[in-house]
């Protein structure tokens, strides 16, 4: 996950719309957030940990020089502790010049670039895969930062989305896969680049198209020029969490509105594990399109059962175990009415560890639910992710470790049932060959080197050789 936004306007102001478009982001990242501006000469950056309305303050925003191009990022952790040394967008230099990089996704040949740049004299000052990306760009001999993010993009294995910002340009590049999302918008005086078009509306942008998997784009002020050159893949990834969890659902990825993709995947639910009912609930909000897609499909009305607060970020993402069982326990509160005496299909999004399910079924239980169906708009995750989703390890996985039925008993559930893969891919209206369904069957369409496999990518445990 993170977000990423870049922006040239010689009419708005960029570090406003920055900050906002951060916002309409922010469910991409919660743990850090930061801004670059450049005033034509110089790229001056800011950077804090915590959600953009806690991170920054007015002096903050004060502090950075007036310009007419910016980017931005919204963090969230998968290689790299949570410090502000590992917040995005990361300063390196390029020719002498200062300039910075945002970036969304992960990289799995972390060891090989790191040894390489190591013994070209290079010295690290954080733990996150991105420096890798600035280090290669610095030590690269090419003579633009065009070229030299080439000549580095052919040497990087696994998802990336990235922006950099030099005082007179913004370069945004797309892995060859499209593993993550990124798009391109017209906005009043210029361009934008966004990880997702909700972020373009916000500041006023209107949408062109997606950058695609394998192409870099220039924006200057002169306009905007492209580079299709590293597309050279047979097949596509697109991230299927994405769809189905991850971006917001009043995105499109592919052209493929997400909210509509979700009410599908939730009418192919019901078609495949039909049940008898009261009345659908969802766990919200990423599973609400689901349960109204479950519900217009079987009839069975939709209600709102449990109620979140808003408040407190998703807890999928918050960094360590103890963080997320408190977040569960703050972030949903049921409505009793709806649920007491009541035969209630729950419908979710997806299972990952199984800890926010279970404890949900017991709130449920709780106030009187008399049957609980627990649904899921997605198949068994079985797999880590080394694409940038903190899914870690496979021991963590249930459904890597336990049959439905058996997952079913553990939740405490009175049936359980999991869209196949065929629905997952049938409702989200794109060829099976154009996603990433890794964490679902294992398929990894970046190889990942046998020696990260099975566990978490972190440049914190890897030893410098
Ligand atoms: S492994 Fe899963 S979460 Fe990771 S990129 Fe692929 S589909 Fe997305």
């Given at each position: 996950m993170c977000g990423i936004f870049g922006i040239y306007s010689n009419k708005l102001n960029v570090i406003e719309s920055t900050y906002f478009s951060l916002f309409a982001l922010q469910h991409r990242g919660q743990e850090s957030a930061g801004i670059s501006v450049s005033n034509g000469?110089?790229?001056?950056?800011?950077?804090?940990?915590?959600l953009i309305s806690q991170a920054f303050t007015k002096e903050d925003m004060d502090s950075l020089p007036k310009g007419e191009m910016a980017i931005g990022h919204v963090r969230y952790s998968t290689t790299g502790s949570c410090t502000v040394e590992n917040a995005h967008p990361f300063a390196f230099m390029f020719k002498g010049t200062y300039m910075s990089l945002a970036h969304n996704g992960n990289l799995v040949n972390i060891q090989e670039l790191r040894d390489w740049c190591l013994s070209k004299g290079f010295r690290f000052n954080s733990s996150s895969d991105?420096?890798?990306?600035?280090?290669?760009?610095?030590?690269?001999?090419?003579?633009?930062?065009?070229?030299?993010?080439?000549?580095v993009a052919k040497r990087l294995h696994g998802a990336y989305s990235f922006i950099v910002l030099a005082p007179d340009k913004i370069v945004g590049l797309r892995d060859p896969f499209g593993i993550r999302p990124m798009v391109l918008g017209e906005i009043p005086g210029g361009y934008a680049i966004a990880s997702e078009d909700c972020?373009?509306?916000?500041?006023?942008?209107?949408?062109?198209?997606?950058?695609?998997?394998?192409?870099?784009?220039?924006i200057t002020k002169n306009g905007t020029t492209t580079n299709r050159g590293f597309e050279h893949q047979d097949r596509l990834a697109n991230c299927a969490f994405e769809f189905l969890y991850f971006a917001r659902p009043?995105?499109?990825?592919s052209g493929k509105n997400l909210y509509e993709a979700r009410v599908r995947m939730g009418r192919n639910l019901?078609?495949?594990?039909?049940?008898?009912?009261?009345?659908?609930?969802?766990?919200?909000?990423?599973?609400?399109p689901a349960a109204i897609g479950f519900s217009r499909e079987s009839g069975i009305p939709f209600a709102e059962g449990l109620i979140k607060n808003r408040y407190i970020g998703r807890t999928f993402i918050q960094p360590d175990q103890l963080l997320r069982e408190v977040g569960v326990r703050l972030k949903l509160n049921p409505i009793i009415s709806a649920i007491k005496n009541k035969r209630i299909v729950l419908v979710d999004d997806s299972i990952v560890r199984g800890t926010t399910s279970k404890k949900i079924v017991k709130l449920l239980r709780s106030v009187g639910a008399k049957e609980i169906h627990m649904r899921i708009s997605a198949p068994e995750v079985k797999w880590p992710c080394f694409y940038g989703i903190d899914t870690e390890s496979q021991k963590e996985l249930i459904a890597a470790n336990h049959s439905v039925d058996e997952i079913g008993r553990i939740l405490d559930v009175d049936s359980i049932g999991y869209l196949s893969m065929k629905g997952l891919?049938?409702?989200?209206?794109?060829p099976k060959d154009h996603l990433c369904l890794a964490c679902f069957n294992g398929d990894y369409p970046v190889k990942v080197p046998d020696t990260i496999q099975r566990s978490k990518i972190s440049l914190d445990n890897i030893k410098s050789s």
């Amino acid at each position: 996950m993170c977000g990423i936004f870049g922006i040239y306007s010689n009419k708005l102001n960029v570090i406003e719309s920055t900050y906002f478009s951060l916002f309409a982001l922010q469910h991409r990242g919660q743990e850090s957030a930061g801004i670059s501006v450049s005033n034509g000469e110089q790229v001056h950056t800011v950077k804090k940990l915590g959600l953009i309305s806690q991170a920054f303050t007015k002096e903050d925003m004060d502090s950075l020089p007036k310009g007419e191009m910016a980017i931005g990022h919204v963090r969230y952790s998968t290689t790299g502790s949570c410090t502000v040394e590992n917040a995005h967008p990361f300063a390196f230099m390029f020719k002498g010049t200062y300039m910075s990089l945002a970036h969304n996704g992960n990289l799995v040949n972390i060891q090989e670039l790191r040894d390489w740049c190591l013994s070209k004299g290079f010295r690290f000052n954080s733990s996150s895969d991105t420096e890798l990306i600035t280090a290669m760009i610095t030590l690269s001999e090419k003579d633009t930062i065009e070229e030299a993010i080439g000549e580095v993009a052919k040497r990087l294995h696994g998802a990336y989305s990235f922006i950099v910002l030099a005082p007179d340009k913004i370069v945004g590049l797309r892995d060859p896969f499209g593993i993550r999302p990124m798009v391109l918008g017209e906005i009043p005086g210029g361009y934008a680049i966004a990880s997702e078009d909700c972020a373009l509306g916000v500041v006023g942008a209107q949408y062109m198209r997606e950058i695609m998997p394998g192409e870099m784009v220039v924006i200057t002020k002169n306009g905007t020029t492209t580079n299709r050159g590293f597309e050279h893949q047979d097949r596509l990834a697109n991230c299927a969490f994405e769809f189905l969890y991850f971006a917001r659902p009043d995105s499109s990825i592919s052209g493929k509105n997400l909210y509509e993709a979700r009410v599908r995947m939730g009418r192919n639910l019901y078609r495949e594990h039909p049940v008898d009912a009261d009345s659908v609930i969802s766990v919200p909000d990423s599973g609400t399109p689901a349960a109204i897609g479950f519900s217009r499909e079987s009839g069975i009305p939709f209600a709102e059962g449990l109620i979140k607060n808003r408040y407190i970020g998703r807890t999928f993402i918050q960094p360590d175990q103890l963080l997320r069982e408190v977040g569960v326990r703050l972030k949903l509160n049921p409505i009793i009415s709806a649920i007491k005496n009541k035969r209630i299909v729950l419908v979710d999004d997806s299972i990952v560890r199984g800890t926010t399910s279970k404890k949900i079924v017991k709130l449920l239980r709780s106030v009187g639910a008399k049957e609980i169906h627990m649904r899921i708009s997605a198949p068994e995750v079985k797999w880590p992710c080394f694409y940038g989703i903190d899914t870690e390890s496979q021991k963590e996985l249930i459904a890597a470790n336990h049959s439905v039925d058996e997952i079913g008993r553990i939740l405490d559930v009175d049936s359980i049932g999991y869209l196949s893969m065929k629905g997952l891919v049938n409702a989200i209206h794109l060829p099976k060959d154009h996603l990433c369904l890794a964490c679902f069957n294992g398929d990894y369409p970046v190889k990942v080197p046998d020696t990260i496999q099975r566990s978490k990518i972190s440049l914190d445990n890897i030893k410098s050789s």
